[in-house]
């Protein structure tokens, strides 16, 4: 099971910190990803972090402005947006899975609840 937390309403240019905590089960074969919807539109890929290694990759869009990151102790999946826009106001959702395409919804077995991001101008 994943909870998803951190979102709110905050100014364009400021920072948010949103995690994704596990409970039940270990991330040991899972890559655990970001997705986001916002109004109107559909749900897409943000970023993704395989648990094993560390290895993260990112959408175009947030490239250079969000990272994702794990605790090891803390089972938890961080991403970090700087430089908030508010084109990134959405609900965020996180997702874990063993994928084979990590920007493809179908194969990932837990999602998270959501967590709204509001980003004014």
């Known amino acids: 099971q994943l909870q998803a937390c951190g979102g709110g309403l905050v100014q364009a240019g400021d920072s948010l910190r949103l995690s994704c905590a596990a409970s039940?089960?270990?991330?040991?074969?899972?890559?655990i990803s970001w997705f986001r919807q916002a109004p109107g539109k559909e749900r897409t890929f943000v970023a993704s972090i395989r648990w094993a290694t560390g290895t993260a990759y990112y959408a175009d869009s947030i490239k250079g402005r969000f990272t994702i990151s794990r605790d090891l102790a803390k089972t938890t999946v961080h991403l970090q947006m700087n430089s908030l826009k508010p084109e990134d106001t959405a609900v965020y959702y996180c997702?874990?899975?063993?994928?084979?395409?990590?920007?493809?919804?179908?194969?990932?077995?837990?999602w998270g609840q959501g967590t709204l991001v509001t980003v004014s101008s």
């Open positions: 997702a874990g899975g063993p994928v084979s395409d990590v920007t493809k919804e179908r194969d990932y077995r837990s």
């Open positions: 039940g089960r270990t991330f040991s074969s899972y890559d």
